[in-house]
């Protein structure tokens, strides 16, 4: 969730041999940058380049790394006085990649079809298994036109076991 690294600035004034008085702010902003969530990173560059006025997003952006458009997506949030951002979380609800079985709903019976072909254990009791590795199901799946990492088959195992 927070940034470890903190970034090296790399404007014109920070490059030079010769010591810089605004190199050690640099430092400061980007040590005070890796602290703060990603929206606020955003917020508080955004407001600089505002106060830096023509040409603000490009230096921020050296000073910080970070990309002009995101700089100019702070300073347009920061312009709506954070209007439509929520108050108790980062990003906007709804965000994300849609889960596999929503994009392919027929990916649960084809890992379905796998696994049981594999199951091992007390057909009986609680505890099987299955005999192929999530790689091996992973590539079978994907054999089988279903894109699913190992990670995602792990998920939909899970699932279904617990069903």
């Known amino acids: 969730m927070w940034r470890q690294e903190i970034h090296q600035c790399a404007c014109r004034n ?6 810089h008085p605004e190199r050690e702010l640099h430092r400061r902003m980007n040590l005070l940058l890796s602290r703060l969530d990603e929206q606020q990173r955003r917020w508080y560059v955004g407001l600089e380049s505002q106060r830096v006025g023509h040409g603000g997003d490009r230096l921020l952006s050296q000073i910080t790394g970070m990309n002009v458009e995101t ?12 209007t439509g951002r929520p108050v108790d979380r980062v990003r906007l609800a709804g965000g994300g990649r849609p889960a596999v079985e929503q994009k392919d709903p027929t990916i649960e019976g084809a890992l379905r079809s796998l696994a049981e ?31 699913a990492s190992p ?13």
């Open 151 to 163: 990670t995602t088959v792990s998920r939909l195992l899970k699932k279904w076991s617990t069903r």
């Open 71 to 82: 700089i100019r997506q702070g300073r347009r949030e920061l312009d709506a006085s954070l």
């Open 14 to 19: 920070c490059q030079q041999a010769v010591e």
């Open 117 to 147: 072909a594999e199951t091992g254990g007390d057909p009986m009791g609680e505890q099987k298994w299955v005999r192929r590795s999530l790689r091996q199901l992973s590539e079978e799946l994907s054999n089988q036109a279903h894109e």
